[in-house]
C-alpha cells in the first residue's frame, strides 16, 4: 500500500503560495464551514 501524497508539503517545499485563514471563531459549525472553502491551512486560536 503506497503512502498518500501530501500536497500541502509539496507545495511548502516548493515554495508555493498558500493560502490560510486565522480565526478565532468558537463555534464548531463555522468551522465546518471555513474548512469547505478552499482554503489551505486553517489556524484555530483560542
Same mark, same amino acid.
Given at each position: %500500500?503506497?503512502?498518500?501524497?501530501?500536497?500541502?508539503? =509539496?507545495? $511548502?517545499?516548493?515554495?508555493?503560495?498558500?493560502?490560510? /485563514?486565522? %480565526?478565532?471563531?468558537?463555534?464548531?459549525?463555522?468551522? =465546518?464551514? $471555513?474548512?469547505?472553502?478552499?482554503?489551505?491551512?486553517? /489556524?484555530?486560536?483560542?
Amino acid at each position: %500500500m503506497r503512502t498518500p501524497i501530501n500536497k500541502f508539503k =509539496e507545495s $511548502l517545499q516548493a515554495g508555493d503560495p498558500l493560502d490560510g /485563514l486565522w %480565526m478565532s471563531l468558537t463555534s464548531p459549525v463555522a468551522a =465546518e464551514g $471555513l474548512s469547505l472553502l478552499g482554503f489551505d491551512w486553517l /489556524l484555530f486560536i483560542k
